[in-house]
């Protein structure tokens, strides 16, 4: 079935460092791809999304490229800051079932100052 | 902009009692979802509707029983309260074109922390 594998954490980091959290999936067809932020006591915010293969979602400085020839969907970011510490997921909703989306397990993120 | 708005946000409940979480959103979305979050996990859909009068269950349906008589409001049922079903409970929704195809990316709430002890 459909799966969502993504690198675990926690990944703690200094601020202004390059940020990649590794992300590969599994599907049959061509889904969409996402990646969405959960901040301390708050509920998942969508970050960025690419619908199509080698598209590029980018947001808030973060980008990320769907890449159907390795399955993979990494978040990188240039140059971190404390306020992007948080929880992230990489997530890919099946082409077929435009209701369900996969979520992968999340990646907490630390930024020290 | 209210969005997806979840109450309550916290509770504690005894093996066994019975609640309702509920959920409503204000942005006339026709899909509507339960996810369950248990420590350090990503999301487990618990059960979904694609819009009034229609709800389908998820991975984790067990335990659990929804309603969708509204396109606004989609409650979560917990009828016999058990200790496996502590968890953060987050409903979300989406506007859906099933003619198009084209994935919409969900709004979440912000999440109902539930203990069963």
């Known amino acids: 079935g459909d799966s969502v594998t993504q690198m675990e954490g926690p990944v703690t980091l200094s601020e202004e460092a390059f940020l990649t959290i590794n992300c590969t999936y599994t599907a049959t067809g061509y889904p969409s791809l996402f990646w969405y932020v959960q901040y301390p006591g708050e509920g998942l915010q969508l970050l960025l999304k690419a619908t199509k293969a080698d598209d590029k979602g980018s947001n808030k400085g973060f980008e990320a490229t769907y890449r159907k020839e390795t399955t993979s969907f990494h978040l990188e970011k240039g140059s971190v800051q404390v306020s992007d510490s948080a929880v992230y997921f990489c997530?890919?909703?099946?082409?077929?079932?435009?209701?369900?989306?996969?979520f992968g397990s999340g990646t907490r993120l630390s930024i020290r100052p | 902009n209210a969005g997806v708005t979840q109450t309550p946000k916290f509770r504690i409940l005894k093996i066994g009692q019975s609640m309702t979480l509920q959920c409503a959103q204000d942005m006339n979305h026709n899909y509507m979802y339960w996810y369950r979050q248990d420590p350090g996990m990503g999301l487990k859909l618990i059960y979904y509707?694609?819009?009034?009068?229609?709800?389908d269950k998820g991975e984790v349906p067990n335990g659990y029983n929804v309603s969708r008589s509204t396109t606004e409001d989609f409650p979560l049922r917990l009828e016999l309260a058990a200790p496996s079903q502590t968890s953060v409970y987050f409903c979300?929704?989406?506007?859906?074109?099933?003619?198009?195809?084209?994935?919409?990316?969900?709004?979440f709430g912000d999440g109902t922390r539930l203990s069963i002890l």
């Open positions: 979300a929704s989406s506007y859906q074109d099933r003619g198009r195809m084209e994935d919409q990316p969900q709004h």
């Open positions: 509707s694609v819009g009034a009068g229609i709800t």
């Open positions: 997530a890919l909703s099946p082409y077929s079932s435009a209701s369900k989306i996969i």
